[in-house]
């Protein structure tokens, strides 16, 4: 009976992973697999200097025998990505009447219409999550930034790409994590194609805002948490903008229909508590089609709870 291989301790794998620039060594795919360049049978342990990376491809040309070893070795030594500051795009596939993604307790549902392109998260005017349809295919955009505008992931219409100057990418069957230092992760995600997406926790950055997701709910700046709300076909799901002289110093956005449906319950959100440190400002739970403007008014729609602080002598 042969013995049972263990298996690679994460700090080889990430050592790996930098050494390799999160792709395969011979064309950049992030999408990969770790390759024992010795064979483990013959070393009998797990070292970083031994492993490589091989995308799905390349290491079935070496399992066939395409492929030789002294040439994988040779290559390991020169990466594709060492010299490029993004990974080779890899292709995902969404299609389908409706995808959805979701972030924190959070949702958004996209409706295959190519008339509509459609942004979940827009930040300081800049789309950090967006849709749009071709041809019956549905197109995912989506960027993940550091709080110093770097960018870490970048999906572009289904083209995922890494950057190469990451601590540390990992990708293991359809999970994307990103880590800013050991145990640090600021991006988790779960891809679900052809029709989901399940971003797990985030920490997003935007030209100094930032927007965080994890099991506890939708973090915005200024103490607003939203919880298990969701939203359907909007042009702009969440418009959040920096703090303006005389205004609340953020701004949400949906749209829903225009004229609003009877049921929505108009609200006029003031800034009075987001400066308090202690307690979100505003909690809004199980909403369904939200539209909150910091600077005038808000709407609303087949919301269970809302909590926050209203101004009733605000104008309309």
Not at 293 to 314: E, I
């Amino acid at each position: 009976m042969s013995e049972s291989r263990p298996p690679i301790p994460d700090p080889i794998k990430r050592e790996v992973r930098q050494r390799c620039y999160f792709g395969c060594i011979f064309c950049g795919n992030p999408i990969y697999q770790i390759h024992h360049m010795r064979g483990y049978a013959s070393t009998r342990e797990h070292r970083a200097e031994d492993l490589t990376l091989l995308c799905g491809t390349h290491h079935d040309h070496h399992t066939r025998g395409w492929l030789p070893d002294d040439v994988i070795t040779a290559r390991d030594n020169e990466p594709f990505n060492k010299t490029r500051p993004q990974t080779s795009p890899h292709p995902l596939f969404f299609s389908g009447d409706k995808v959805t993604i979701s972030f924190g307790t959070c949702g958004y549902v996209y409706s295959n219409v190519e008339w509509m392109p459609q942004v979940p998260l827009l930040v300081d005017g800049i789309p950090l999550i967006k849709f749009r349809s071709e041809a019956n295919h549905v197109l995912l955009s989506l960027v993940v930034l550091d709080e110093k505008n770097r960018q870490k992931v970048k999906i572009v219409d289904n083209e995922l790409v890494v950057a190469t100057d990451n601590w540390d990418v990992e990708v293991e069957g359809t999970r994307l994590v990103v880590r800013e230092g050991d145990r640090k992760i600021s991006f988790d995600c779960r891809f679900h194609p052809p029709d989901s997406i399940e971003i797990l926790t985030a920490s997003l950055w935007c030209n100094g805002i930032n927007v965080r997701a994890n099991a506890d709910g939708l973090y915005l700046p200024d103490g607003i948490r939203l919880l298990r709300c969701t939203f359907h076909d909007c042009n702009v799901a969440f418009a959040v903008k920096p703090p303006m002289t005389g205004g609340a110093g953020i701004a949400l956005a949906v749209d829903v229909a225009d004229p609003p449906p009877s049921d929505i319950t108009r609200l006029k959100p003031t800034g009075k508590l987001l400066d308090s440190p202690n307690s979100p400002a505003l909690h809004i739970m199980n909403a369904v089609g939200l539209t909150l403007d910091g600077f005038s008014c808000g709407y609303v729609a087949l919301c269970d709870k809302v909590h926050g602080c209203y101004d009733p002598d605000l104008p309309d």
